[in-house]
Each structure stands twice: as C-alpha cells, then as structure tokens.
C-alpha cells in the first residue's frame, strides 16, 4: 500500500525537480504499477486479465498518475516559495 502511494508521490517529485512534464513520471508509475499488478502468474486456467479487472485497473491507474500530478505540483511549488537558488 505504501509502495502505491509513496512511489507515485516520490517519482512526481523526482520529475518537478528535473524539470520535466509531469506527465512522464505518470507514465513511468503507471508501467510500474502495472507491471506489479500483472506480473504474478494467475492460477491455472484463470486468465491473466478478466474483463472485469480493466475498471479497476483504470481506475487505480488515474489514481497513481493524479499522485504523481500532486507531487509534481508540491515540489514546484515548495521550490518556488524557497526562491531562487544558485
């Protein structure tokens, strides 16, 4: 659980100071958390993804790429409030 909230935040940030879009660490964590959720074989004769599960994996993916926005936009913001550095 850590993993899904923590990894997202951190890699948001990791784009802001680099200076790149936000949008390049979603995709990054959104491969990461998808890889982590496909990635166990399933259970013989299951499929690996049901139709059921693409909802849910939509969905957890908006959430991972819109914790990577919000820590993108937190680090933007904290080094613009510190002010310029040399």
């Not at 049901?50 to 919000?70: N, P, T, Y």
């Amino acid at each position: 659980m850590l993993a899904v909230i923590a990894l997202p935040i951190v890699i948001g940030a990791a784009m802001s100071y680099l200076r790149r879009p936000w949008w390049w660490g979603a995709a990054a964590a959104i491969t990461i958390f998808l890889v982590a959720a496909l990635a166990p074989s399933p259970e013989e004769g299951e499929p690996r993804v049901a139709l059921g599960d693409l909802g849910f994996l939509i969905i957890v993916a908006i959430i991972v790429a819109l914790l990577v926005w919000i820590g993108s936009w937190l680090t933007g913001r904290i080094r613009r409030k510190s002010g310029p550095t040399t």
